[in-house]
């Protein structure tokens, strides 16, 4: 599945019948005050902490528990290890689901 996880803030345009090109995105500083930039993808064994805070619900203390696991047993091998981590449960998994990988 190729398609983008919908974030909060984030504007989706869709196109009228028949409408041959979508709008031209704004530039300058109100294109920056429009909404949050898009989520990258984010490697669970490579991130630093700044990165994972830009996981959605991920905060600093949360991002240092993922690293203190990592650093305690080894690499991640699949993004639902995530669920061993302690204060990740069902929910903020599937809320980041989407935008982390796990390469080895």
């Avoid at 990592?70 to 929910?91: S, Y």
């Amino acid at each position: 599945n190729l398609a983008q996880p919908l974030v909060d803030g984030l504007q989706v345009y869709v196109p009228l019948r028949g409408e041959a090109s979508l709008p031209a995105p704004a530039s300058g500083p109100s294109a920056a005050a429009a909404g949050p930039a898009v989520p990258q993808i984010v490697d669970l064994n490579r991130a630093t902490a700044a990165q994972l805070e830009t996981l959605p619900g991920i905060g600093p203390s949360t991002a240092a528990r993922i690293i203190a696991f990592r650093e305690e047993n080894g690499p991640f091998t699949a993004v639902d290890d995530l669920l061993q981590v302690p204060g990740i449960g069902p929910a903020k998994l599937e809320g980041v689901r989407g935008v982390v990988t796990v390469e080895r």
